[in-house]
């Protein structure tokens, strides 16, 4: 679509949807903004997008946050691009990075371009052929969002077109002041390569190109990408007299101050063979008491008069608020069966007479002449995902927090062997709330 032309999305019942801006505000999802006119630019529909960087075939839970700004845009009647970054990610964003990332080959880029599309399928709803199993889509008038991906368009371009009609028009002396270049240009580090720095030419020139094709006039992102928003406001302006618009969402962390999206034994993914759901629902369930209320808000669609409800629990009540968030999160990236089924494997994996022989707790078949033989705690630790190494499995049972069964373990030597089969199987527990089941096969 051409710059004058009008985007057909307009003719819609957008007068009877919340505003976009009011949604994510109430939600808490809001950090800054570059028009103070917001409200009144989001009235009516708009074509907006958010970028994401194909640097693993995976997303984690810390790439919810975009994601779900796109849903709400979508259900408050806009049109979402989803950009995935097939040129910028074989640049790599120096934003929160204090030295360079790995080079990824084409093929590598295009393999995580089409896993992470499918992942973000499952929450908005894709009009080209990118379709997930979203629990929340439905046929009630939203627009379809598209994926775009920048290589389709920066690609075909030639060193003297970056030069002459991107590089002209941004000044250098803007981009030393970025805050992402100066903690690489001001630390102990490499430095910043000339690719790196050239990012964010990359990253302003898709604000300007959507505009100019899809009439995109929004873009959305993450706290850190506010300076790589701006440029591309500034260059769309000075390219097609581009009126945009730029809205990022806070930095989320927990309220202890620690990482958010980190398990005890690493990220936690919206991939179901990287992360199992049990354990993405574990997550969820295990959150700080004082953070149930903003992830409801954050991550789930439940109105807000019900997240306030459920925050406002107190006591032992506050668990059960736990759950629903587990429960929708979990429903959300993995779907009701596979959330039901961790709802209730954890259910009864935790209480007095538990049955963890069910298909949701995490587990793993041997050989019986591997019991035979036997294998050590430590190596059972790091296989069920509960340590990433020996050492920390062993700060792990040294410090009380392994049980075989129900049975306390603090000897790093223990071995595990035939005598601790149970029904055909050996539970470890790490902690209250993590398990794996060791099945013996005949």
């Not at 903004?33 to 009144?40: F, L």
């Not at 050492?391 to 049980?403: C, D, H, M, S």
Request: charged fraction near 25%; proline fraction near 4%; include cysteine.
């Amino acid at each position: 679509m051409s710059e004058d032309q009008a985007d057909p999305s307009s003719a819609d019942d957008s007068a009877d949807r919340p505003n976009f801006y009011d949604v994510m505000h109430e939600r808490g999802l809001v950090a800054q903004c570059t028009d103070e006119n917001i409200r009144a630019r989001l009235a009516g529909p708009v074509t907006l997008y958010c970028g994401f960087d194909p640097t693993a075939d995976s997303l984690h839970v810390g790439s919810l946050v975009p994601i779900m700004g796109l849903a709400h845009a979508q259900r408050c009647g806009h049109t979402p691009l989803v950009l995935v970054g097939g040129a910028t990610g074989l640049v790599g964003d120096p934003s929160g990075k204090t030295e360079a990332r790995q080079m990824l080959t084409p093929e590598t880029i295009r393999h995580h371009v089409a896993c992470q599309a499918a992942q973000i399928g499952r929450v908005v709803t894709m009009g080209n052929g990118s379709a997930g199993p979203s629990t929340d889509a439905s046929s009630d008038g939203r627009s379809d969002a598209r994926v775009v991906n920048n290589l389709d368009w920066i690609a075909p371009l030639t060193w003297i077109q970056v030069l002459r009609d991107i590089g002209s028009k941004i000044s250098v002396n803007r981009m030393v002041s970025m805050e992402s270049v100066k903690q690489r240009m001001s630390g102990d580090g490499e430095g910043i390569s000339y690719l790196e720095f050239s990012y964010m030419l990359l990253q302003a020139y898709d604000f300007a190109h959507l505009f100019k094709t899809e009439g995109c006039t929004l873009q959305i992102g993450g706290q850190d990408q506010w300076g790589n928003i701006v440029m591309g406001i500034e260059l769309g302006r000075k390219l097609h007299d581009a009126d945009l618009a730029g809205l990022t969402f806070p930095l989320i962390t927990k309220s202890d101050g620690g990482k958010f999206g980190k398990s005890e034994s690493g990220a936690v993914w919206l991939d179901a063979d990287r992360t199992r759901p049990f354990d993405f629902f574990q997550f969820w369930r295990n959150v700080p008491d004082a953070d149930v209320g903003r992830y409801l808000g954050y991550f789930t669609f439940l109105p807000m008069d019900e997240v306030r409800a459920l925050a406002a629990a107190d006591g032992s009540a506050i668990n059960q608020s736990k759950i629903r968030l587990a429960y929708e999160v979990t429903k959300l990236i993995h779907g009701e069966a596979e959330a039901s089924r961790a709802r209730d494997a954890a259910a009864g994996a935790f209480s007095a007479a538990a049955d963890v022989t069910g298909d949701a707790i995490p587990s793993m078949a041997l050989n019986a002449d591997e019991f035979e033989k036997g294998f050590s705690l430590k190596f059972a630790l790091v296989q069920a995902g509960f340590a990433d190494s020996n050492g920390k499995a062993r700060k792990l049972i040294e410090g009380g927090g392994v049980r075989l069964h129900d049975e306390k373990v603090t000897d790093p030597n223990r071995q595990i062997t035939l005598d601790d089969v149970r029904d055909g199987y050996v539970l470890v527990r790490a902690g209250k709330k993590r398990l794996f089941r060791f099945d013996a096969r005949d």
